[in-house]
């Protein structure tokens, strides 16, 4: 007879010993992984308050600078608060510039002809000492004197004459500096000079379109901000250029299509790259093509030519 106890111990270590090989060839599950977090979006970006700009005379201002006047005519009917000075109370100005806006922030505009380009620089230097931004300086044919252009400058552009006695200010940013900056000499022009550079309707225009799109802009990133130096041919148009900005040639590009699907005159893009018009390009190749404020859309392509030569 067959003894019930072993008869249960034999079929309690059979039991056991399927149940660990089930263990064995079944691995537990394992828990999924959490799902990252989404990082949050950036927040919105809010425009910057209406910028308060100071124009600023020549010497004899009255007299051989009244362009300003009609510039400050002109932002003022595009309502912004815009005012006009002798350079000869500049550091006044800049200490009443700074003051106002540590009270009520806004962006601080520049701009100045002859010793007023010169002021505009100075008031620059007094403001980077406070740790104040200056959006942006415009100096028209400033004087020979005038100083680099200091790092709290996010925008410079300078519309000169280089073989101007009375301004002819070919002025520099100081090293390091890493915002936008384009720089115009316009000596092959014979119809301009120091006493009329400055009255321009269409440069006028332009600043005007400039100084209403400021405020509304993202902040730009500096690091790719490439600074753009002109010799204008004459007889052409100053363009207002931000600065220049690298792009990467891709197969098929000349230096004709680029310009094309980027708005820019051919004459720009090979004094920006230090080549001729029709050089021949390599795909990979980096080439500075200058930019708006507001770069606007391409119009196709890169690589797409155009209808025709110019």
């Not at 999924?32 to 927040?43: D, E, G, L, S, V």
């Not at 790092?151 to 500096?177: T, W």
């Not at 384009?182 to 006493?195: F, G, P, Q």
Request: charged share 15%; hydrophobic share 40%.
């Amino acid at each position: 007879m067959i003894d019930l106890r072993r008869l249960l111990a034999l079929a309690a270590v059979a039991l056991l010993a399927f149940s660990t090989g089930t263990a064995v060839a079944s691995p537990a599950k394992t828990k999924p992984a959490a799902a990252a977090p989404a990082a949050p979006p950036p927040p919105p970006f809010e425009p910057l308050p209406p910028p308060k700009i100071y124009l600023f005379r020549g010497a004899m201002g009255p007299f051989f600078s009244t362009g300003m006047d009609r510039l400050e005519e002109k932002l003022t009917q595009a309502g912004f608060s815009a005012n006009v000075y002798e350079f000869t109370i500049c550091r006044w100005i800049g200490d009443r510039a700074i003051s106002s806006y540590k009270e009520t922030p806004a962006p601080i505009v520049l701009i100045g002809h002859s010793m007023g380009g010169l002021c505009s620089i100075v008031i620059s230097e007094m403001a980077a000492k406070e740790n104040i931004p200056i959006s942006l300086v415009i100096t028209i044919d400033p004087a020979h004197a005038t100083g680099d252009v200091p790092l709290n400058v996010e925008r410079f552009i300078n519309i000169f004459l280089s073989d101007s006695v009375l301004g002819g200010g070919n002025v520099v940013a100081v090293p390091g500096y890493r915002g936008h900056y384009a720089s115009y000499d316009l000596k092959e022009n014979a119809r301009v000079s120091h006493i009329n550079i400055e009255k321009s309707d269409d440069i006028h225009r332009q600043i005007v379109d400039m100084v209403t799109q400021l405020p509304r802009i993202p902040p730009q990133t500096q690091v790719d901000a490439v600074p753009l130096r002109y010799l204008v041919p004459a007889n052409t148009l100053v363009e207002l250029w931000d600065s220049g900005v690298r792009l990467s040639v891709r197969r098929g590009d000349t230096m004709e299509s680029i310009a094309a699907a980027n708005r820019v005159p051919l004459w720009s893009l090979a004094q920006s790259n230090s080549l001729p018009e029709n050089a021949t390009l390599t795909p990979g190749q980096s080439i500075i093509v200058p930019r708006h404020l507001t770069p606007p859309e391409p119009t196709a392509a890169m690589a797409t030519p155009p209808p025709g030569r110019r």
